[in-house]
């Protein structure tokens, strides 16, 4: 057989590191149905016209075709690369049954041929939370909708992470404004503030966009403003300019930063960075970019925003909020660093030893006893001397033993400690953080919710 090579940007996670992925994704799952939002799964396929950008084909789309399809058959089917792409036509699909506003999670991996890279990865798990209304959706469901994914990030055993709000009304507003003609292009020139001097993207403005020299000005001011609370309002009517888009748009953005910093905490930041603009022919109100300190490396980890096109079938349309959360990007190179990682690689918290092998039906009896008040065990795979099965125990992370006695009574050991005690099958139960396996987090001395559950 020849040797196996792997694949670039489709990561496979080891037991302990898949344990991590899957705590992360139930804390996740637990705080979305805490706030209301009901779970859907969508198929992994779109027809390749859906999955289009624009009319045109995206060269990262994988196709889906049947091996022995006609060699001149077009691929229709294409792989998801994003988990509103599917969302938008679930809606469209099934709005007869659906109640609006729907509040829907989804966790599901996507599909992206691109170049793979620390935190960009050809196969990926993405975390998404919207909302979605018919016609209408009250700005409200903005603030509900972020504070959502504040809450959600907040229960997680990473590093600080940082919420960076912007609003576009805000930015077309402020460029209306001032009297700037392309207010796209503009936003376009701008965003290049992270990769280029302020004079020359001042420049860029000038000859790109058709705008003055003080309106560059301008422009750069209001990029430069990044505050952790509402003073941002003062700031930008401090500029001089004057638009009703512009003060519709600051009044959404300071609701938005406070109504998320009154549930953030001290494990999330919470900004508005008036430099955000993302997705410039698809978002229309609020914007967000999730950060994680220490990783900024990997740009950001999470990102959404107000649509108010998610959907329409020519008569309805479907205005729609949410927020998306990196999954793959965030958890594999914190794994990869050692930041996070699994306490045991088995979901088993005991292992039934066996004293010989006639001795198996009682130890499968008091693995079925354990198993019926949901405590995980395994019996042993062979007799041995116990020594030998309870380091067989500690390889594999199990952190009780269980020994039948010959007089048909019990003992169990916590291998960690050594203390041994008597104990019955029908009651025994271990301490609640060993009953699963849970994170490993390096990533602050602070104690997390999820590493006890």
């Not at 959706?137 to 229960?155: I, K, N, T």
């Not at 503030?193 to 301008?218: C, F, H, I």
Request: hydrophobic content about 40%; glycine content about 8%.
């Amino acid at each position: 057989m020849s040797k196996i090579r792997p694949l670039s940007g489709f990561p496979e996670l080891l037991p302990a590191q898949r344990a991590v992925e899957r705590e992360v994704i139930a804390s996740l799952s637990r705080t979305f149905e805490l706030h209301g939002f009901a779970n859907i799964e969508t198929r992994v396929v779109e027809p390749i016209e859906r999955l289009a950008k624009g009319g045109e084909i995206d060269k990262e789309i994988y196709v889906l075709q049947r091996i022995a399809a006609d060699a001149d058959a077009k691929a229709e089917l294409g792989l998801h690369f994003d988990l509103t792409v599917p969302f938008a036509r679930y809606v469209l699909e099934h709005a007869g049954h659906l109640e609006f506003p729907f509040r829907r999670f989804q966790v599901q991996p996507a599909w992206r041929g691109e170049r793979p890279q620390e935190g960009r990865y050809r196969q990926f798990t993405q975390a998404d939370v919207d909302v979605v209304g018919r016609d209408e959706l009250p700005f409200h469901h903005d603030v509900e909708v972020m504070s959502v994914m504040v809450d959600a990030l907040a229960r997680l055993p990473i590093p600080r992470v940082s919420f960076q709000f912007n609003n576009r009304k805000l930015i077309q507003g402020f460029y209306r404004g001032l009297g700037i003609a392309d207010v796209t292009e503009a936003i376009r020139v701008i965003d290049k503030l992270d990769k280029l001097p302020a004079d020359e993207v001042a420049r860029m403005l000038v000859e790109r966009v058709g705008a003055t020299s003080e309106q560059a000005q301008r422009c750069l001011e209001l990029a430069t403003i990044r505050v952790e609370d509402a003073s941002f309002v003062e700031q930008v009517r401090a500029l001089g300019v004057t638009d009703e888009l512009l003060d519709q748009g600051l009044e959404e953005l300071a609701a938005v930063v406070e109504g998320c910093r009154a549930v953030a905490g001290d494990r999330v930041g919470v900004e508005a960075n008036l430099r955000i603009a993302r997705g410039l022919d698809y978002y229309t109100g609020t914007v967000v970019e999730i950060f994680m300190e220490g990783y900024e490396r990997l740009k950001s980890v999470g990102g959404g925003g107000r649509y108010d096109a998610l959907a329409s079938d020519g008569r309805t349309t479907y205005p729609g909020v949410g927020v998306s959360f990196g999954v793959s990007r965030t958890i594999v190179p914190l794994i990869a660093d050692g930041v996070l990682a699994g306490s045991r690689a088995v979901p088993s918290a005991v292992l039934v030893a066996l004293n010989t092998e006639d001795d198996r039906e009682a130890s499968t009896r008091v693995a079925a006893a354990l198993r019926s008040r949901e405590i995980a065990c395994e019996v042993a795979p062979a007799p041995a001397k116990f020594g030998k099965q309870i380091r067989l125990a500690e390889r594999r992370g199990i952190p009780f033993v269980w020994f039948v006695q010959d007089d048909s009574t019990h003992q169990v050991k916590d291998i960690r400690t050594g203390e041994q005690v008597d104990a019955d099958p029908a009651t025994w139960t271990p301490p609640e953080a060993d009953l699963r396996p849970t994170i490993i987090s390096t990533a602050s001395t602070t104690s997390h919710p999820e590493e006890n559950q």
